[in-house]
């Protein structure tokens, strides 16, 4: 890593006094610590005071936002900014209402984006309705969108969190190049009523291109092949290769390569859940990310909310140095919210040159997971309360519940805050020895009362001191959930020249790629025919004598 700049310097210097106390201090002194560091935007409230921030470190963070206001410029001009695949980076533009607004060499975009929409929604009702008919005259019942990473993970977010806005179709997803997913879904479906829709940007990844084929071939088993042309559908900017296999014309989705996959479920990728939803509800979702774009292209750092998420995510990574961030949506339909967030900032962010190919200075995106609360509770909230490792959480609650059990989402609400709280505060040394039972030790026959209940305590004792950030929105409706995917993706973009890195490429997953095709073809050869270490030929020596 290089040297790093003045500013980061004065960071760590900020970050070495503010060490020296427990988090929970800062807000005994400060009173007023949750105005100060909270904003509201649009309707949701970030909350960010459970950081080990204050006044002057806050304000030396906001200074490193300088340079953001000329990449959103840029952004926003088309300018090539995926400079590593020489591309714009246009997703504002695919929820921009407007016919005007965003343009790629001179070329206005926003009729063409408008388009696929539009042909996106008369396919959706005419699906919907009933009126379009499968090659038995059956309307459709089921749809299966075959793709992977960005062609996989946005709609099936959005398609399980909007499930109360569900339409009448049955929604599958498979993603997975293991044979398992198709092997139990297929034998389910009825191929006349049955849709398919192969999403790939690319149109060439091996997972994505392997299941169309065995979902095509399990079609044409039972239905003539000239039936395909109405059951199977394509989402891809690669026109050529959609045709090759076999998909008529009328039933390619265009989206294009100022897209980068894992922003792409405002575009014809999210054409499956247009499908669930239906086009009004889908209308609504891009709406949602609009009014966040307008806020992130518009509002100040200092009320900047993606500016801020940003910021704070670079001070616990760059500063503090806590490798991880973990995701705690309290709301079960974003139950793969943590998923969808894992490539959006892991993919985006996972770098370690910066755009100049220099070594970056401080490290870049954390280890993002998670788990829907109170799920992640019984799971793995102990060490992040107990553990040796300080994790960074942000938790994510709707005020309102999409369900009527008003007990359920009072105690969701109330578990949510408890768990920041817990973790902020902790539980002292001595109101842990006051917790322990001195005559429930005794009754254990211990002869060292006194040690006992040290033990005891020393169990029970929180650090607490642990950081987390609180996102919260008036409910989770699709306008809500616009927002809220539009909040990460700036926060990364944010995050990405705070880093001066790329944040849209990737080509961190080539090399795996590649070497696959090789073993692919030495798990069948006679004679392996690459060369491997010799751990990888143990490797498939066992595989091929298993086969
Ligand atoms: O849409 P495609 O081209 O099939 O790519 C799928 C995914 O594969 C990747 O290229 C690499 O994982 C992602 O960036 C992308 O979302």
């Not at 291109?209 to 065995?214: D, K, P, V």
């Not at 943590?338 to 490290?363: C, F, I, W």
């Not at 959930?481 to 001066?500: C, D, N, R, S, T």
Request: hydrophobic residues 45%.
């Amino acid at each position: 890593m290089r040297k790093p700049e003045p500013i980061v310097t004065m960071l760590k210097q900020h970050a070495e006094r503010l060490q020296s106390q427990p988090l929970s201090a800062l807000f005994t002194h400060d009173p007023e610590r949750f105005q100060r560091f909270s904003i509201t935007a649009e309707g949701i409230l970030f909350d960010f005071s459970k950081n080990l921030i204050d006044e002057a470190a806050y304000h030396t963070l906001l200074q490193l936002a300088a340079p953001v206001a000329d990449w959103q410029a840029k952004m926003r001009a088309g300018a090539y900014i995926n400079s590593s695949e020489q591309r714009p980076v246009l997703h504002p533009a695919l929820r921009h209402p407007l016919m005007a607004g965003y343009s790629v060499d001179g070329q206005n975009i926003m009729p063409a984006i408008h388009a696929v929409l539009q042909r996106m929604r008369d396919f959706s009702h005419a699906i919907l309705s009933g009126e379009y008919r499968g090659y038995r005259d059956h309307p459709i019942t089921d749809i299966v969108n075959i793709g992977i990473g960005g062609s996989d993970l946005g709609p099936r977010l959005a398609a399980q969190a909007l499930r109360p806005y569900q339409q009448s179709l049955r929604c599958h997803f498979v993603a997975n190049v293991d044979g398992f997913e198709l092997h139990h879904l297929l034998p389910t479906l009825n191929p006349a009523t049955t849709l398919f829709i192969v999403t790939s940007k690319s149109f060439t990844t091996r997972e994505t291109m392997l299941n169309a084929a065995t979902a095509r071939n399990w079609f044409t088993q039972q239905a003539p092949a000239s039936a395909v042309e109405k059951h199977f559908v394509a989402i891809s900017a690669n026109q050529t290769a959609v045709r090759d296999f076999g998909i008529a014309p009328q039933h390619i989705f265009e989206f294009w390569d100022w897209v980068g996959g894992r922003f792409s479920v405002w575009s014809a990728v999210g054409l499956a859940l247009m499908l669930a939803i239906g086009p009004t509800h889908f209308d609504a979702f891009l709406a949602g990310a609009h009014q966040i774009d307008n806020h992130f292209f518009s509002a100040p750092a200092a009320q900047n909310m993606p500016i801020l998420m940003a910021l704070i995510g670079y001070w616990n990574r760059s500063i503090l140095g806590y490798n991880s961030l973990c995701i705690a949506p309290y709301h079960a339909g974003l139950e793969a919210l943590p998923t969808y967030l894992q490539q959006l900032d892991m993919e985006s962010n996972g770098k370690q040159v910066q755009r100049d190919g220099l070594p970056v200075a401080t490290p870049t995106a954390p280890i993002v997971w998670g788990q829907a609360g109170t799920n992640c509770q019984h799971a793995f909230f102990q060490l992040l309360h107990q553990g040796t490792e300080i994790c960074p959480v942000d938790f994510i609650a709707a005020a309102q519940a999409a369900h009527p059990y008003v007990a359920q989402q009072r105690s969701l609400l109330a578990n949510c805050l408890a768990q920041a709280e817990a973790l902020l505060q902790g539980r002292p040394f001595d109101a842990a020895l006051a917790s322990v039972d001195a005559t429930a030790v005794a009754s254990t026959g211990q002869e060292e009362v006194a040690t006992a209940s040290w033990q005891m305590a020393q169990q029970r004792h929180f650090p607490g001191n642990r950081p987390s950030n609180m996102l919260l929105l008036p409910r989770l409706g699709p306008h809500e959930l616009g927002m809220l995917l539009a909040l990460y993706e700036h926060k990364i973009f944010v995050q990405g020249v705070l880093w001066q890195i790329n944040s849209f490429d990737q080509w961190g997953v080539e090399l795996g790629k590649s070497l696959a095709q090789n073993l692919e073809r030495d798990l069948v050869a006679e004679t392996i025919q690459f060369p491997h270490d010799s751990s990888t030929l143990g490797l498939l020596a066992y595989l091929k004598a298993q086969a």
